[in-house]
DNA sequence: GTCTATACCTGGATAGAC
DNA sequence: GTCTATCCAGGTATAGAC
């Protein structure tokens, strides 16, 4: 009811903490510092941090798969719509510059805690797998649309670690450029299967 | 004189227990526990969590000169030396799928953690960087050894992130694959530019 | 050089008043 | 729903005996 907005707040703000400061290294204190509530208040809304990380993945996941369905929306094909996710890299440029890539950093520092909730940050992972593995599917590569997904994933990845460390614009584009290639030859080869 | 061998074996296990489970979550008593000497004791050798770190980091980049040392002294070609680089994400597989990227955590998580000694981690990523742009120089690439060093290592850093998230053995031979043809492209193309 | 003991602080979590 | 007060565990760091 009324107290859905207080709980979105806090759901908000430990979103960006996490994602800029770390999970470890953001406090109940922190979160309710920056929500500017006390930190009783807190236990109200979430009874442990875990609860919190809960919600904070489960606000990710549920942005991440708007994010791909109008990606999906905006373009018909495939080939558009990897390169959207290709794209997004200089789209969020100056985030992963600063942060790295969300999803990337959660999961490397649930994995070195030994979180509980480790596979459930990895399946931000694999809601971005799985819709990579359908538009490679309709571009004809039903045999290695998985491998051709996991690929632009360790794209993204390899990016987003390296621009996060030398903070290089150009390096991104680059490596962006050299990404959209790979995909028009793919596209290319797609072209070509029917005439064989 | 005869207390480096405290010493050292405290940078050693340091140095693990860091890769294992993150800077922040390696406390004082972790890396006392592990050596077998009191909390009090650790204090002679090490006044701060920070000098154990910045130790940790001198050590790391001792031990990567001599790797790279030891890659260029193997082969003298540098397409070989290039490929031992590309292969070590198979070499170290099992640490990699285990803890992710040493050098790779670690500056990502010193760049959350907003640390001193962000730089000196950075450090790590450089020693890589030059020593490929030295290698691709030897290639005759003088004009973008670089981008391809950098692209060398954004690989490695993404199959390493992947291959943490996912512990995926096949994903990471099938991308080494894919960068060691790659490789042979430009060892293709070094050997036509002198009959340009 | 190594130990025990301890001071001090931060962070997660609870109790109970309002 | 929100607050203050408080407890407790764990972590950094120091003092001082051996």
Redesign the pocket.
């Known amino acids: 009811?009324?107290?859905i907005t207080?709980r979105e707040r806090i759901i908000a703000e430990a979103d960006r903490l996490i994602y800029e400061n770390g999970y470890e290294h953001?406090?109940?204190?922190d979160i309710a510092d920056a929500v500017?509530?006390?930190?009783?208040?807190f236990?109200?809304?979430f009874?442990?941090?875990?609860e919190i990380l809960d919600a904070v993945i489960g606000k990710r996941m549920m942005s991440t798969e708007q994010m791909l369905n109008a990606w999906a929306a905006q373009s018909s094909h495939p080939a558009e719509r990897i390169r959207s996710f290709i794209l997004m890299v200089v789209t969020n440029q100056a985030k992963i510059m600063r942060h790295g890539c969300p999803v990337g950093t959660l999961c490397s520092e649930l994995a070195k805690l030994g979180h509980a909730a480790q596979p459930q940050s990895n399946q931000l992972f694999s809601l971005f797998r799985t819709w990579l593995h359908q538009q490679f599917v309709l571009l004809g590569r039903e045999a290695d649309a998985d491998a051709l997904a996991m690929h632009a994933l360790a794209f993204s990845q390899g990016v987003a670690v390296l621009a996060h460390a030398f903070n290089d614009e150009q390096f991104v584009a680059r490596e962006v450029e050299r990404m959209c290639a790979w995909l028009d030859g793919i596209v290319a080869d797609a072209a070509q299967v029917p005439a064989i």
Do not use: P, V
């Open positions: 009811m009324a107290d207080t953001t406090s109940f204190a500017g509530i006390s930190r009783g208040n236990y109200y809304h009874k442990s941090k875990d």
